[in-house]
């Protein structure tokens, strides 16, 4: 097993310098962390204080055993919509089995090294889920932002907008006004500071103006986290659920897509980070640190981690360059919570709502979306579908069918590249590169035909070679395939190679190779295939085969001259 966290290397040569720096980054990302954690957990349907035990405990884990130099892990908005279907359907200890498995199947993909692997998901499908989580994060939040009195809402997109409607009478202008404003202030934070996020500034603003408000002027209309929630500011207690076998497999679907979910972001934000620092993250040690952080946050009251993105970011920006910074991220949060965070109850709900219609926003790719509109049917197939199902349905059948789509029609793409040709009087000598012009042509004998596969020789074509043999309906002495411009052959095309030889031997015609590679071959005789169909009849190229096919030709004249002779 490949395991060997990034700290290892970045302590080597550390420097009280580095330490500073880090130690900036790591208070002012513990800081930011704190309004987004507490966000995060209330719209997945968690109490507040579980979205901070998250960033804690699972923010310490990634940094300290991490693949990443400055990966922030902890609750993200992703997670929003799938953690809020399984709270309402499996309650708080199914979610806790759920993201505990998901947890187990991120360090098996670590340790069977499939970290490469994840970043081969087709671009629409994770542009499509990623859009869908944005407009479903929106749609959540509307109720806050417009402070409907609604009660419970429906779980599914749809109703959700029925319900908006039915209750748009109840308009409290009081929380709209406080959302507006903390959208505002986020858009406008950034034109006066690179370093401190919007998210921040807004709260900590808006907090201050409503806590007056309501004290000194007596508007009550305003609702805060303290209104909704009882804030337990204190250390979690370890209390792992019960597991059973049913449990898990009612479960597995759903820690699959957190699996998946937690695999994709977090690699994609320790890339983008490679991309700043200039520096290369190890894919499977990062995957096992997810993992080790999911196992670990739900037996202390967490919700599902992974690596955040804009808070990896503002780590970087404020001279963060060693795990070391994240550590201290996690520990700034712990006594931020510990010791004033009896302080969150007064953060109106409003303002929260804006928070996360902004990273709703920021989430959506509307115009990579927008871009993608432009390119193949398929894609734009894939991409629309994942967004539809991630919106209407949910994100698991939106990954999995997203997924399946996106390997058919990969599938399709390579069988139309591969191609069938047949030859009857003459081929073409020189051996295939690309970019030259084949110099001479040999003649074929009278009695052989030469087919050539151009393409993967897999499940894919096998029914198209084995309708272009159907077709042809003549019958040959010697059928030369020629394989070289084949790179790979899966056990369908091994099948129907097979078959063929079967059928030939009873035809009295015989199967000749040519210009098999390598790999191939090795395939080739893993299958028996050279025992079969005889070494001899396997040729590197197609001057040996059409010297074979003479040879057999010859060989069965002689056996028809010595019948009509004893005749």
């Not at 704190?34 to 997945?44: D, E, N, Q, R």
């Not at 931020?336 to 996360?356: N, Q, R, W």
């Not at 079967?502 to 040519?514: E, G, R, T």
Request: charged share 15%.
């Amino acid at each position: 097993m490949h395991f060997q966290p990034k700290i290892l290397h970045t302590l080597k040569n550390y420097s009280k310098e580095q330490f500073y720096t880090d130690l900036m980054a790591g208070v002012i990302v513990g800081i930011v962390a704190l309004p987004l954690a507490i966000a995060f957990g209330i719209a997945s349907g968690v109490s507040p204080e579980k979205g901070l035990f998250t960033a804690v405990i699972a923010g310490f884990i990634v940094s300290l055993l991490g693949g990443s130099r400055v990966q922030i892990g902890g609750p993200t908005g992703a997670f929003i919509v799938i953690v809020y279907g399984i709270v309402q359907e499996f309650g708080i200890a199914g979610l806790a089995i759920a993201t505990m498995i998901a947890g187990v199947m991120l360090v098996a993909m670590g340790i069977l090294k499939l970290g490469s692997v994840i970043k081969f998901i087709p671009f629409p499908v994770v542009v499509g889920f990623t859009s869908g989580i944005a407009l479903t994060i929106f749609t959540t939040q509307i109720k806050d932002l417009f402070g409907l009195q609604t009660g419970e809402l429906p779980g599914d997109f749809i109703h959700k907008w029925i319900t908006y409607g039915h209750y748009i009478g109840t308009i409290n202008f009081w929380s709209l006004g406080v959302g507006i404003v903390s959208i505002l202030i986020i858009i406008i934070t950034p034109k006066f500071s690179k370093k401190i996020p919007g998210s921040l500034v807004a709260i900590v603003f808006i907090t201050v103006i409503v806590y007056f408000l309501r004290e000194k002027f007596g508007i009550s209309g305003i609702e805060t986290i303290g209104d909704r929630f009882t804030i337990n500011a204190s250390m979690p207690k370890a209390d792992a659920p019960v597991i059973t076998f049913a449990i898990v497999q009612m479960l597995l679907p759903t820690a699959f897509t957190i699996a998946m979910l937690g695999a994709i972001e977090s690699l994609l934000s320790a890339t983008v980070a490679d991309g700043v620092i200039g520096d290369k993250h190890d894919s499977n040690t990062e995957l096992i640190a997810q993992g080790i952080a999911n196992i670990v946050a739900p037996i202390f009251g967490g919700i599902p981690a992974t690596g955040a993105i804009a808070r990896t970011m503002t780590n970087i920006n404020n001279g963060g360059r060693t795990p070391v910074a994240g550590i201290i991220h996690a520990f700034v949060l712990l006594l931020i919570m510990l010791f004033l965070g009896s302080l969150t109850k007064h953060i109106p709900m409003a303002c929260l709502a804006g928070v996360l219609i902004i990273v709703a926003y920021n989430m959506s790719e509307w115009r990579t979306f927008k871009g993608l509109l432009k390119n193949s049917k398929s894609d734009v197939s894939v991409l629309i579908a994942t967004f539809l199902l991630t919106v209407i349905f949910d994100l698991t059948i939106a990954i999995e069918i997203g997924l399946l789509l996106a390997v058919l029609l990969f599938l399709r793409r390579i069988s139309e590249t591969t191609s069938i040709s047949i030859f009857k009087n003459d081929v073409n000598e020189s051996e295939y590169v690309e970019g030259t012009v084949d110099s001479e042509k040999l003649k074929i004998p009278i009695g052989v035909e030469v087919y050539e596969i151009e393409g993967p020789f897999f499940f894919g074509v096998a029914s198209k070679f084995e309708e272009t043999m159907k077709q042809i309906g003549d019958n040959p002495l010697v059928r030369i395939i020629r394989m070289r411009k084949v790179p790979f052959i899966d056990s369908t095309g091994i099948h129907n190679l097979t078959n063929l030889i079967s059928m030939s031997k009873k035809d009295n015609m015989q199967i000749l190779l040519s210009g098999v590679n390598e790999n191939v071959k090795s395939s080739l005789e893993k299958a028996g295939i050279d025992k079969v169909l005889g070494e001899e009849n396997i040729c590197s190229n197609i001057n040996e085969a059409l010297i074979r096919a003479n040879d057999v030709i010859n060989s069965i004249d002689q056996k028809n001259i010595r019948k009509k002779q004893k005749s």
